[in-house]
């Protein structure tokens, strides 16, 4: 694995931490601002990080009973030191560990200004 893959990955896994510990300020800290979700048929921009938190992700609609979530894969399709494409698919579970559900999506994390963060995802997800 090269150093910008391992640097671009540890964003993800850092996310799935502070989505875990209901940690708005850990999950906010993986993303650029402005960010981009496309899911449903729409996207959402997050202009700032004041606009994005863990409120927003126990609002979809597919989140209720959600416990956790575990990646079940994260594998780079394409990447240079600027831009990684990963192909994840992650579970989201409800407290006795049942699957809540299932989803795909492409993510794209970024360097700027030094640092990696998410700057868009195309999920599957509600």
Known sequence: MQDFEKSAYSVLTTYIEGLNAQDSDAMRDCFHFPHYRIAGGRMEI????????????????????????????????????????????????????????????LWIVTKRSDKWGVMARSSYAG
């Open 46 to 105: 997050f202009e700032t990080a004041a606009d994005y938190g863990i409120a927003n992700f126990h609002a979809r609609n597919d989140t209720g009973g959600w416990a956790y979530t575990k990646w079940d894969h994260r594998h780079m399709v394409h990447g240079d030191a600027a831009k990684v494409h990963f192909d994840v698919q992650f579970t989201r579970y409800r407290a006795d560990d049942s699957v809540l559900g299932q989803y795909k999506s």
